[in-house]
């Protein structure tokens, strides 16, 4: 079974993350980047799958150059090669063109299987999964917690704050998982040795046949309009309990129009 495991590079959630002043599209050298962990969830599962059912995972990755960083932790996990999509053009691509771009690129591979995270840490539009199983007019499987193959059909169990629904679907699909599906596991020193030498596959947007005006910030159907850095935090308010402490947490939670 192949499987093509969709990862983005994003600023750690640890480091300070700003947008340019110019157009309010990430400033990825204000803050180190790393591979998402939620994609480290999703390669991991992926690997699960391959040891079970045999064939390649490749790694696909839409980002400036540096997201080979990202793109070559995935290989030192254990995935067998990589798609890198990168072109200047792309700066500020919006989830819709981002889902067209990845679409196209996973037209040059073969594949079973798609996995991707339910929603990227940096822009969260949590869409692109469901985007591209729409482009593809493939089954979508998304936030999914368990996921099991048997004899060409993908069955899942799919968790929101909705609830929980069992699904099923004939491969190929596109799946993305949450935060509960699996702990991934730490690259080994001979999985970063071989990382190394696994194949990289770089493409621009003309090479998927994109011209300039369909990707990037001018296609966008979506636009950040105005930015504000984040409040300082306020020293909040404190309750001396006298007997009388849950009333006055009660009539501050009114004030506020929280209860
Ligand atoms: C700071 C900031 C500013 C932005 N400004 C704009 C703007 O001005 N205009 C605009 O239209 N959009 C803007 N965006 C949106 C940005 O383009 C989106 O982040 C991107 O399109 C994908 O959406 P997402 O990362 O929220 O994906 P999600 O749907 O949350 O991602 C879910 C999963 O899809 C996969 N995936 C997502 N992106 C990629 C990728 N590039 N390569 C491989 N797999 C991927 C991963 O598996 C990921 O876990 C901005 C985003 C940020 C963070």
Redesign the pocket.
């Known amino acids: 079974m192949n499987i093509v495991?969709?990862?983005?590079q994003?600023p750690d959630t640890w480091s300070e993350?700003k947008?340019s002043d110019a157009?309010?599209?990430?400033d990825r050298d204000a803050a180190d980047a790393v591979l998402?962990e939620?994609?480290e969830r999703?390669v991991e599962e992926a690997l699960v799958l391959q040891a079970e059912h045999g064939g390649e995972v490749t790694v696909?990755?839409?980002?400036p150059d540096r997201a080979t960083d990202a793109i070559r932790k995935a290989l030192s996990m254990g995935a067998d090669k990589a798609i890198h999509?990168s072109d200047p053009a792309l700066h500020?691509?919006?989830?819709?063109?981002?889902a067209k771009?990845?679409a196209k690129a996973l037209a040059t591979v073969e594949f079973d299987l798609v996995v991707?995270?339910?929603?990227?840490t940096?822009?969260?539009?949590?869409?692109?999964?469901a985007i591209?199983a729409e482009l593809l007019g493939l089954p979508q499987l998304t936030h999914v917690r368990k996921v099991t193959v048997e004899g060409g059909v993908v069955k899942a169990v799919r968790e929101t704050d909705e609830g929980v629904a069992h699904l099923e679907a004939s491969l190929p699909a596109v799946l993305?998982v949450n935060e509960k599906i699996n702990e991934p596991r730490y690259p080994s020193f001979k999985g970063i040795m071989a990382a190394k030498k696994k194949p990289v596959t770089t493409l621009t947007a003309s090479d998927l046949g994109l011209g300039a005006d369909e990707v990037g910030?001018g296609a966008?159907?979506?636009?950040?309009v105005e930015a504000a850095p984040k409040p300082p935090r306020t020293a909040g308010q404190r309750v001396e309990d006298e007997g009388d402490g849950g009333s006055k947490i009660a009539e501050y939670l009114v004030g506020q129009k929280l209860i």
């Open positions: 495991v969709l990862v983005k994003v993350r947008l157009d309010h599209t990430l998402d939620i994609n999703a696909l990755s839409m980002g999509v500020g691509s919006d989830a819709l063109t981002t771009v990845l991707a995270g339910n929603e990227a940096d822009g969260r539009a949590g869409a692109v999964p591209l993305s910030l966008a159907w979506t636009q950040v």
